[in-house]
């Protein structure tokens, strides 16, 4: 059984950096899955922020935020991360970490179909 734990959300000033965290069990960071990171702000459509294919470590971003999140894996640790920098207030929003097997990090992201999800982190851009 897939589980996926995030962690990491708080509140931040724009221009700050965070890091979420996502405690993956029921499957190896080096199996073929798809793993990502998705947000949802309030009256708005999840998207997919960021995403990593685990058995070669490709990634996708989409424009939003390229530049600025960085997704990576530990497989030791079974932790999938997302670095964001330069945060926005658009950035603010629900986190959640979502892991789908036999797929690739863009199709993930661009679709956001997933069978297995994180209960989310909550992050809060404010000055």
């Known amino acids: 059984q897939v589980q996926l734990v995030e962690s990491g959300g708080d509140l931040v000033q724009p221009g700050g950096s965070l890091r979420l965290s996502c405690a993956v069990s029921g499957f190896a960071l080096d199996d073929y899955y798809a793993i990502g990171w998705f947000r949802q702000a309030p009256g708005k459509d999840r998207e997919g922020v960021a995403c990593?294919?685990?058995?070669?470590?490709?990634?996708y971003y989409p424009t939003s935020t390229e530049g600025r999140f960085t997704i990576s894996k530990d497989n030791a640790r079974s932790t999938v991360y997302l670095q964001m920098n330069d945060l926005k207030p658009e950035d603010a929003g629900d986190y959640y970490c979502?892991?789908?097997?036999?797929?690739?990090?863009?199709?993930?992201?661009?679709?956001?179909?997933?069978?297995?999800w994180g209960q989310g982190t909550q992050v809060t851009i404010s000055s």
């Open positions: 990593i294919s685990a058995v070669d470590g490709l990634t």
């Open positions: 979502a892991a789908e097997p036999s797929t690739n990090a863009k199709f993930l992201c661009v679709i956001g179909y997933s069978t297995n």
